[in-house]
């Protein structure tokens, strides 16, 4: 664990910004930035350390030009449990010697669960960004995490307007609730000439919209061997008809090299990729004809984008995407994949209600007018 770089004055509120998962990352150094520009809090960031390989974190956070975490809690992966557990109780020290007046979490990962319990248990105010988004599939884990950091938190940042309904369901406290936008829309509008640019197609010899991109993580996907055969023959049918650009997971290649399939898939012609870091894939999304995923956050950035995308679930808890963005759901039938097929149309980027690139000044405008008020005290010290 290293020791914090930034040192709290008395004056100001504490804000503690807790992110572990590549997705985190991309949420929240938005409002990092946000913050940082009405002077009002001190911040420190908690890296957990779920995500640790260079291309899922290190890299990622270059990209965005996040400030270097003040502590890494350096947890690293393990059954769902452990890896919880090993948050709560590394997170929990650093909020006993912080001593913050909030904690941030975004999303939700693991960590975001377990860093809103370590913050409640001590009576830390929680502030969760991504709130009151639903599946409704219990099984995903997920939405365990999202619904239960939910319960925890005091203010609730939601990005779309289904998420009010969904809370207030609930018994949630509609007063806690407040309707920011999407800021992980601010950090691609905010990278998306320079992703552009890159044109990182051209690196695997591809031209603008010939291609489809494919990203698959989820455990309901890639855990069940025969579930992930019958994936890869879809793929390997999909390559015959466009190019296909996989970047791999490392839970996916895990799984794929255990099966001898991520080798029937490069021996089919499905060009399987390392992660990229946050301005190749933005890059690699906005030359795509088609994206076929299982990811959440790639539903919202394609649908910002207008590239059409491919949801290989049966459900989503971003139906806004549908309604409003470019996403479809494809239902869990692996043999959809193959018929999908490349547009040829230039995108039509989405206008979804406050994915406008100003969220995250919403939400630090929201933490300034609530944590300040609580200490009038001290302010006026
Ligand atoms: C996590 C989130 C998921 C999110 C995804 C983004 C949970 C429950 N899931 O899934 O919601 O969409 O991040 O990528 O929190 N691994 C590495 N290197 C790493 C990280 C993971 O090799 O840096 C491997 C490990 O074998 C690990 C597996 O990937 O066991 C899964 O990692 P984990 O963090 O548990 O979940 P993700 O699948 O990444």
């Keep these: ?19 572990g998962a590549r997705p985190n990352f991309v949420k929240v150094a938005p409002v990092v930035e946000a913050l940082e520009r009405t002077g009002e809090f001190n911040q420190i960031v908690v890296h957990t350390g779920q995500h640790y390989d260079a291309k899922l974190s290190d890299d990622v956070l270059a990209d965005l030009e996040f400030p270097p975490p003040d502590y890494f809690l350096g947890v690293g992966s ?21 001593r913050p007046d909030v904690v ?62 969904n809370l207030t369901a609930e018994g949630i406290d509609p ?83 255990d099966s001898g399939d991520l ?14 870091a946050y301005l190749d894939f933005l890059s690699l999304q906005l030359g795509a004809g088609a994206i076929v995923t299982d990811s959440g956050g790639i539903q919202e950035e394609a649908s910002a984008l207008g590239v059409d995308c491919y949801t290989f679930r049966p459900n989503t808890e971003r139906p806004v995407t549908i309604t409003h963005g470019s996403n479809r759901l494809m239902g869990d039938d692996p043999a ?13 980027p989405c206008a979804i209600p406050l994915w406008d690139g100003r969220a995250a000044e919403r939400a630090a405008g929201v933490l300034v007018a609530r944590f300040r008020s609580r200490q009038p005290a001290e302010a006026a010290a």
């Excluded at 969760?128 to 925890?152: C, F, I, Y």
């Excluded at 080798?263 to 990229?276: E, F, H, S, T, W």
């Excluded at 959809?336 to 039509?348: F, M, Q």
Aim: aromatic share 4%.
């Design 175 to 257: 007063d806690r609730v407040h309707y920011v936008g999407n800021t992980m829309i601010d950090s691609l509008r905010r990278c998306e000439g320079r992703a552009r640019a890159r044109a990182a197609f051209c690196d695997h010899g591809l031209h603008q919209s010939e291609y489809v991109l494919v990203t698959f993580h989820r455990p309901g996907n890639v855990d069940d061997p025969c579930r992930l055969a019958q994936i890869v023959n879809a793929l390997i049918e999909l390559s015959r008809h466009a190019p296909v650009v996989f970047p791999v997971h490392p839970r996916t290649r895990a799984r794929l090299a």
């Design 78 to 98: 393990g059954p769902h449990g452990q890896q919880t557990a090993k948050v709560l109780a590394a997170f929990e020290h650093i909020l006993l010697d912080v």
């Design 336 to 348: 959809e994949i193959a018929r999908v097929r490349p547009s040829r149309w230039d995108p039509t």
């Design 1 to 19: 664990m290293t020791q914090p770089a930034t040192t709290a004055s008395s004056r100001r509120p504490t804000i503690v910004h807790a992110v």
């Design 104 to 165: 941030l979490v975004a999303g939700d990962v693991n960590s975001t669960l377990a860093c809103a319990l370590a913050a409640s248990k001590l009576q830390i105010a929680v502030a969760h960004l991504e709130a009151g988004l639903r599946s409704r599939d219990w099984s995903m884990p997920e939405e365990v995490n999202r619904v239960l950091t939910d319960r925890m938190s005091d203010v609730l940042l939601t990005h779309s307007p289904e998420a009010l309904d």
């Design 263 to 276: 080798a029937r898939l490069q021996m089919g012609g499905v060009r399987c990729i390392d992660p990229v």
